[in-house]
């Protein structure tokens, strides 16, 4: 009777598997959830931005690299790529340059690619300089000591996004500006370009809008639906449709460019919603992932096998 019982278990849990290993995994593109709003908060991300280029050899090979860096670093860091219109590069978005004439400011220099800045810090210009931008990141942790706690509200309707902004404690919060950036990920190179890497590009800047907290004005709007605000720091709003289905939406609290200009730098807080982040809903920790369903049948199933091979 226990070989009997022994094979009858090892069908039953072979059976539920084979119709586990078809069921869905719970995901955050279902239908059920494409009109919630979803919020991440934050605001101690250190900003790192490249000055890059489709038609640059070396940025196309560490773009890979720089693309994996920032997936398994999470909200320690945020970067962002910014491509020229300099009438070679295959994408040119008029926000990218919007954000390159504000680096200019404090880095007149800048004209190598691929460069990096760790917080409108030092030029570090090339693959080569790599382990000086991680120096540099290690370096703005410990200074972080204070920072903008930052909030971001993600509804999607359709292809349409809307990304509402808030600075949490805001009384405190008189001067500087907002900034909202659409950054596409696996943004596809167009044929006709000169393209010495793969097909795709990550972290591209494609849209931008820059809210003023001490007028409550928005002072610059690229490549978006909408953008709109009563005061900066409570309902600053933007609407875009992003290009594709992996971007990320950075919120940043940063000096103007006349701040800029009397020597204040870096960012006050930064925060980063991806796209490919599962949602997070209400009794989320009941739901258990299929998957994991289907690794528990897999080792009871191979145990009973083993035992019944045992018992005979």
Known sequence: MAINHARFSAFVILSVMLIAVQMPIATSSSSETQNQIETVDGGRSLLIEEYTATWCPSCAEIDPYLADFANTHGSRIAMVAYHPSDDIDAFQPLAAQNRINRLLITHPNLGSTPTFIVEDGALRVGPESWPDVNLDILDEEIKRQSYTRLSLDILQDNDTWTASAK???????????LTIMIVQHQKIVPD????????????????IAECDINSSTIISEINLLS????????????????????????????????????????????VEYKSNNEISTQGGSDLIDNSILIYAFIFIGFALIVKMRKNN
Do not use: K, Y
Request: hydrophobic content about 35%; aromatic content about 8%.
């Open 167 to 177: 600075a949490i404690d805001n009384n405190s919060i008189i001067d500087g500006q």
């Open 192 to 207: 006709g370009f000169d393209n010495p890497g793969g097909d795709t590009r990550d972290r591209v800047l494609m849209a």
């Open 227 to 270: 953008a709109q605000t009563t005061t900066c720091v409570e309902d600053f709003t933007v609407t875009f449709t992003p290009g594709n289905e992996f971007f990320s939406v950075l919120l940043i609290h940063e000096p103007t460019t006349s701040q800029l200009e009397n020597g204040t730098i870096g960012t006050f807080g930064v």
